[in-house]
């Protein structure tokens, strides 16, 4: 089992730029999220889907779409990518434990 | 006031020492607790959840004081690979959504 697979793992955008952060999990888990760590700030969600077809907002949503393909994918676009949204972002599932993807690196410039 | 609030450190210990981390929570009604590992550029790993009557891995020691909204975890004869964040994490109950402390830094030297 590959657990939760992100792509990219690093990325550069330039102000107002789009992109899409891909995110799979092979676990069959039905709850996935999306999170930003910041420096002193800690984890915070973005977004998150208890199951398939189905999102909701989290603590700081705004900026953000999501999209739950399937039960395996779960993505998260910037259609419009600010210096603000420069991050480390983490995909998760979650049977009872979550697990984490290997983040991707984003920076705006 | 934050959901989870821990102490950010660093807590610089030597080889073999024990440690303690607090951790604390505003909502009374969380339902479970957690703590997770997170080493430098890479994503957390859960080391162990917390029950209300205490659990144990090995030398990690976990403890909840629901009356007193506070998490503790102890390290006992640390090593230099426990080096890393300690996140206090704590479950809301509504779809499992994890609240996440800001993290406490441990450096154990020789």
């Known amino acids: 089992n590959a657990g939760v697979t992100q792509t990219p793992k690093f990325q550069v955008l330039k ?31 973005i977004y998150y889907s208890a199951s398939e077809g189905t999102t909701d907002k989290g603590e700081v949503p705004n900026g953000y779409n999501v999209s739950r393909l399937n039960k395996r994918e779960f993505s998260l676009r910037l259609e419009s990518a600010a210096p603000s949204q420069t991050s480390v972002y983490f995909c998760a599932s979650t049977l009872n434990e979550q697990f984490f993807g290997p983040g991707t690196r984003l920076t705006v410039l | ?50 029950y209300s009557s205490g659990n144990e891995d090995g030398r990690f ?33 509504t779809a499992s959504k994890l609240t996440f402390g800001t993290g406490t830094r441990l450096q154990v030297t020789l």
């Open chain 1, 15 to 45: 102000t107002g730029q789009s992109m899409t952060l891909q995110c799979a999990q092979d676990m069959n888990h039905n709850s996935m999220y999306w999170y930003r760590q910041d420096p002193g700030m800690g984890l915070r969600l």
């Open chain 2, 1 to 50: 006031r934050k959901e989870v609030e821990q102490d950010p450190g660093p807590f610089n210990v030597p080889e073999g020492a024990t440690v303690a981390f607090n951790c604390t929570y505003s909502n009374s009604a969380s339902q479970s607790f957690f703590w997770y590992r997170q080493d430098c550029r890479k994503e957390p790993k859960l080391l162990m959840s917390v």
């Open chain 2, 61 to 93: 020691t976990a403890q909840l004081n629901r009356a007193s909204q506070y998490i503790s975890l102890l390290i006992r004869d640390s090593k230099l690979s426990d080096s890393a964040t300690y996140l206090c994490v704590v479950n809301t109950g």
